[in-house]
Nanobody, 126 residues
Framework: QVRLVESGGGSVQAGGSLRLSCAAS????????MAWFRQAPGKEREGVAA????????YYADSVKGRFTISRDNAKNTLYLQMSVLTPEDTAMYYC???????????????????WGQGTQVTVSS
């Protein structure tokens, strides 16, 4: 069965960095675009970044552009999110998700994703 397992979260001070990983299994990973979402307490889950199958296209939320980098290693079936210059506003549970298919420019809509990981917590202190 499809399984997505995030790791790499933790507590960091403002200005610091973290790298999240998402290990995928149970399907042909290279065939699917992927994305990272996050959800802070009391807020809606929001799209952070997405990456196409062939690593040709990447998309970012305005709030993380220039600070976060999404990447993938199709040989290792793993998705990454390198986060830098973190701020307290980045505090959230971070989830990876598999894109159903179609135009990836609609990546920020949660309904376009069919499988989700359990999440990894990122906490940024000021």
């Amino acid at each position: 069965q499809v399984r997505l397992v995030e790791s790499g979260g933790g507590s960091v001070q403002a200005g610091g960095s973290l790298r999240l990983s998402c290990a995928a299994s149970g399907y042909t990973y290279s065939f699917y675009s992927m994305a990272w979402f996050r959800q802070a307490p009391g807020k809606e889950r929001e799209g952070v970044a997405a990456i196409s199958t062939g690593i040709i296209y990447t998309y970012y939320a305005d709030s993380v552009k220039g600070r976060f980098t999404i990447s993938r290693d199709n040989a290792k079936n793993t998705l990454y999110l390198q986060m830098s210059v973190l701020t307290p506003e980045d505090t959230a549970m971070y989830y990876c998700a598999r894109f159903r298919g179609g135009a990836l420019n609609n990546w920020a809509q949660k309904s376009n994703f069919d499988y989700w990981g359990q999440g990894t917590q990122v906490t940024v202190s000021s």
